[in-house]
Nanobody, 121 residues
């Protein structure tokens, strides 16, 4: 399984940024794709996840500001981040879980390389 994340970088408070996560290595759609984030000195926390049928879950701190999307049955997810604040500054990790390979199910999870999002004026 490979996860290729793109996007991220610096942005001013109140601005927007988008991330994408392309997962490969499964014969079918991954059960879940999404992002977690980790601030320095803190535990990793969920940002947003989306299931293979489009069910979404958001962390409390991003509800109403972030939107995760994914074509049904596809393995690329997109995260639109709006109204960013300095508290959103973190390393964002693409993740996936639940894949099938040659008829065998693997739960995972798998993690991509982190991408830094810095919200600062």
């Amino acid at each position: 399984v490979q996860l290729q994340a793109s996007g991220g970088g610096p942005v001013q408070p109140g601005g927007s940024l988008s991330l994408s996560c392309a997962a490969s290595g499964s014969d079918s759609a991954f059960n879940f794709i999404g992002w977690y984030r980790q601030e320095k000195g803190k535990e990793r926390e969920v940002v947003a996840t989306i299931s293979r049928i489009g069910s979404r879950h958001y962390g409390d701190s991003v509800k109403g500001r972030f939107l995760i999307s994914r074509e049904i049955g596809e393995n690329t997810a997109f995260l639109q981040m709006n109204a960013l604040t300095p508290e959103d500054t973190a390393v964002y990790y693409c993740y996936a879980e639940g894949s099938t390979r040659d008829g065998t199910f693997y739960n995972g999870p798998w993690w991509g390389q982190g991408t830094l999002v810095t919200v600062s004026s």
